[in-house]
């Protein structure tokens, strides 16, 4: 009621945005207000989510450091010593969770997928992601050979 006549710039309030959103592409708006017109701007904010999971191995083998990457983006963490990742701020939409095999321990080979889908949608906690591996012995066998003299 009290704004003067007249082209005025509005803005999102970015500090004032809660953590869990996201500003959309358009922050800032021109209105014209108008005596007796109600004057408006729509801004889009996003909300921002987070998925997470674990990496299991065969015990005793380490499983901290390991690099998960969400595609698509450059986006990627890396696992804490009991296994577990978490992304955050996540916008909505379809990604894939793909564990770096190069950052297995040595000898490590997956046993699950190396990638698994992630549907990430407001109000539905994604399901948390897995992948499993096994370390291979990385010796060479021995063959012994016995010799029989006569």
């Given amino acids: 009621e009290n704004v003067s006549e ?13 953590a869990d959103f996201d500003p959309g592409e ?8 108008q005596p ?12 921002l989510m987070a998925a997470g999971g674990k990496v299991h191995g ?9 690099v998960i990457r969400m595609m698509p983006g450059g986006r990627y963490t890396t696992t804490a010593m009991d296994g577990s990742f978490t992304f955050y701020n996540v916008r909505e939409g379809d990604f894939t969770a793909v564990v770096d095999v190069h950052t297995l321990p040595e000898g490590g080979a997956l046993i699950s997928p190396a990638s698994v889908p992630l549907s990430m949608r407001d109000g539905t906690p994604p399901a948390p992601i897995e992948f499993h591996f096994t370390i ?4 060479k066998p021995v063959r012994k050979v016995l010799e029989i003299i006569r």
Wanted: net charge neutral; no cysteine; hydrophobic share 45%.
């Fill in 6 to 18: 007249g082209p005025h710039d509005v803005a999102l309030s970015l500090v004032e945005l809660p």
């Fill in 26 to 33: 358009a922050q800032k708006a021109r209105v014209a207000v």
């Fill in 36 to 47: 007796r017109h109600a004057a408006r701007a729509d801004f889009e904010v996003l909300p």
């Fill in 58 to 66: 065969p015990e005793g083998a380490r499983l901290e450091g390991i």
């Fill in 136 to 139: 291979r012995s990385t010796q």
